[in-house]
Nanobody, 128 residues
């Protein structure tokens, strides 16, 4: 499976962006999905994740209800809808998938080491 993230860009504080992650050579239907981000000089951190079954989601505390992770199995695409963006959200955003057959279907994985497939990242810059 290869992942292609897109949708990043420059947005003003308070604005919104929707990131997409398309899978090729495989499907998201059997994978747990996560969105991570890495700001300059900082470690990569989880933003949101969803279980393989899609029943469970996890959001980092700093999301505070502003972001929504979702997937469209038919389009083989995962989304991260972001609203009320702040300068602190500036980072490169990565989508990741856990396609290992050893995956708990209902668990939303939070650690980057739990994921075995990564997209290339898309830059999100929040600035006036």
């Amino acid at each position: 499976v290869q992942l292609q993230a897109s949708g990043g860009g420059l947005v003003q504080p308070g604005g919104s962006l929707s990131l997409s992650c398309v899978a090729s050579g495989g499907t998201f239907s059997n994978a747990a999905i996560g969105w991570f981000r890495q700001a300059p000089g900082k470690e990569r951190e989880v933003v949101a994740s969803t279980s393989r079954s899609g029943d469970t989601t996890y959001y980092a505390v700093f999301v505070k209800g502003r972001f929504t992770i979702s997937r469209d199995i038919a389009k083989n695409t995962v989304y991260l809808q972001m609203t009320s963006l702040q300068s602190e959200d500036t980072a490169v955003y990565y989508c990741a998938a856990r396609v290992s057959p050893v995956t708990t279907s209902w668990f939303a994985y939070k650690n980057q080491d739990d994921y075995d497939t990564w997209g290339q990242g898309t830059q999100v810059t929040v600035s006036s």
